[in-house]
Antibody
Framework: QVQLQESGPGLVEPSETLSLTCTVA??????????WSWIRQPPGKGLEWLAY???????DYNPSLKSRLTISVDTSKNQFSLNLRSVTAADSAVYYCAGWNLRDDTLDIWGQGTTVTVSS | QSALTQPPSVSGPPGQSVTISCTGTSSDVGSYNRVSWYQQPPGTAPKLMIY???NRPSGVPDRFSGSKSGNTASLTISGLQAEDEADYYCGSYTGSSTFVIFGGGTKLTVL
């Protein structure tokens, strides 16, 4: 059973870059059947899709955040990562990594989430 | 692309049924049978409950069912149990620049 685990700093200063990594366990990030995704959830609010990456390197981004986002995959480490530049307090949220199953067009694997606070 | 519209809250006593609606547009819910529902108890990650409008992943009780009519999808939970109390989110593939969009979430209270 594939499991995802997010890692990264819990606190980021305003205007800095938030960097998160998701490790894929019990499966391969090189799976042909998954887009590896990041979703976030601000405190008390709903879910927002941020980006996905395919193991061959293709990517897609939420247009509202595209200018600040970079997603990448490292097949040698079985990981994928997200960078969000120039963060503000509005970027404080729980960040989830997740797998979009291309056979069923749904997010069927989720990490437990990591809380990121933007504050000085 | 705007978020899908869900009622903020629904409630019902144990054993009863509740239905949560999810309204989108002809560009998302109305165009694709790619609507999913996720259950999120407090402090936990979302869990997939329904995909492709009506399909249940292995392990999800058949008390959970999904449907769609036009631009509105629905999740029905029958035989409510205390453990069903959670936030529920719908999500839809859009085929556009915003790959997937979600509803604002519905808090289910089991009375």
């Amino acid at each position: 059973q594939v499991q995802l685990q997010e890692s990264g700093p819990g606190l980021v200063e305003p205007s800095e870059t938030l960097s998160l990594t998701c490790t894929v366990a019990g499966g391969s990030v090189s799976s042909a059947f998954y887009y590896w995704s990041w979703i976030r959830q601000p405190p008390g609010k709903g879910l927002e899709w941020l980006a996905y990456v395919y193991y061959l390197g293709s990517t897609d981004y939420n247009p509202s955040l595209k200018s600040r986002l970079t997603i990448s995959v490292d097949t040698s480490k079985n990981q994928f990562s997200l960078n969000l530049r120039s963060v503000t307090a509005a970027d404080s949220a729980v960040y989830y990594c997740a797998g979009w199953n291309l056979r069923d067009d749904t997010l069927d694997i989720w990490g437990q989430g990591t809380t990121v606070t933007v504050s000085s | 692309q705007s978020a899908l519209t869900q009622p903020p809250s629904v409630s019902g006593p144990p054993g009863q049924s509740v239905t949560i609606s999810c309204t989108g547009t002809s560009s998302d819910v109305g165009s694709y049978n790619r609507v999913s529902w996720y259950q999120q108890p407090p402090g936990t990650a979302p869990k997939l409950m329904i995909y492709d409008v009506t399909n249940r992943p292995s392990g999800v009780p058949d008390r959970f069912s999904g449907s769609k009519s036009g631009n509105t999808a629905s999740l029905t939970i029958s035989g409510l149990q205390a453990e069903d109390e959670a936030d529920y989110y719908c999500g839809s593939y859009t085929g556009s620049s915003t790959f997937v969009i979600f509803g604002g979430g519905t808090k289910l209270t089991v009375l």
